[in-house]
Structures are given as C-alpha cells and as structure tokens.
C-alpha cells in the first residue's frame, strides 16, 4: 500500500488530503465523530494519486459508492494543533482540495467505523444550519448558495493561542 501524504517537519506534521462535499435534499453528508464534532467525506492522498484520484477512491472507502466529481470547489490551508494519541499537541499544516461530487440520485450510505485509536465515526446527513462543529466551516455556505469560483480558504489555530 502507498503511503499517505503525512510528513513530519520539525515537531509538527505537514498533511495533503483531499475532501469531499456530498449534497442531497440540501442537506450534507459529513463524517460524525463521537468527539463531537463533523467532517468532510475524505482522507489523505497516497503517494503517487492525483486529488481527483485520491477523492474518488476516499468516496468509496467511506461510502461504498463509485461518485464522479463535478468540479473543484476550494483549496483549503489549515494549521492546528492535533487531538489523537499520536498527534496530540502536534502542529499539523495541511493542505486541503475539496471537490463536489456527483450525487447519484438513489444514494443513501450507510457506514460506521473505529479509527485505530478506537474514535468511532459514522456517516450523517446534517443542515448547513446545525450548530454541531463542523470542519470545514464554508461547507455551509457552499450548500446554501454554491459559488461558480474555487474557494480560497485559510484558517489558523495557532492566532488562538497567541492571544
């Protein structure tokens, strides 16, 4: 298996994943974790994948279904501060291509899983309204009114602990 684009630098991580925003009945389809909060349908790219390849083969993992890509939607940079056992603490830099899917019309997921430090997620349809954490945030406002432009998004969790 290729590895994942997960890189150490220094004592934080630098990450390249990819995303993907799952519409249907105005509604999203985002990851719940039993930490509390939502995220994006997707993962990180494998050495060797192009976004495209590695958001179409995460698409599958997570929903079991084979779902084109309509277009790019946003390139995202992140930096936060890890919560699992083997980051925790850690600064982590990622890198982020978010892409709308082609929702076949008869889909419905049904999936739950354990990561391997024992976090279970599940599969959800939310409201763009729902006051759960959601990451990232701009899904929101892509559902309730899609843009035509690739998104440029920063957000920088390291400004919060400066003060």
Not at 25 to 47: H, P
Request: proline share 6%; net charge negative.
């Amino acid at each position: 298996m290729k590895p994942d684009m997960c890189v150490p630098c220094g004592d934080g991580l630098v990450n390249i994943r990819v995303g993907a925003l799952i519409l249907k009945d105005g509604k999203i389809l985002m990851v719940e974790s039993s930490r509390g909060y939502l995220y994006s349908v997707g993962g990180r790219i494998k050495m060797g994948e192009t976004a495209q390849e590695a958001v179409v083969r995460e698409v599958l993992e997570e929903t079991g279904v084979v779902m084109p890509i309509k277009r790019l939607i946003a390139v995202h940079e992140n930096y936060f501060y890890g919560d699992m056992k083997t980051n925790l603490g850690k600064l982590i830099y990622e890198v982020s291509f978010y892409f709308l899917m082609d929702v076949p019309k008869d889909f419905e997921p049904v999936c739950s899983s354990v990561t391997e430090e024992g976090v279970s997620e599940s599969l959800k349809w939310v409201s763009p309204d729902t006051p759960q954490r959601m990451f990232p945030d701009f899904f929101r406002e892509e559902a309730k009114s899609p843009s035509d432009c690739v998104r440029y998004a920063i957000n920088d969790e390291r400004k919060k602990r400066q003060g």
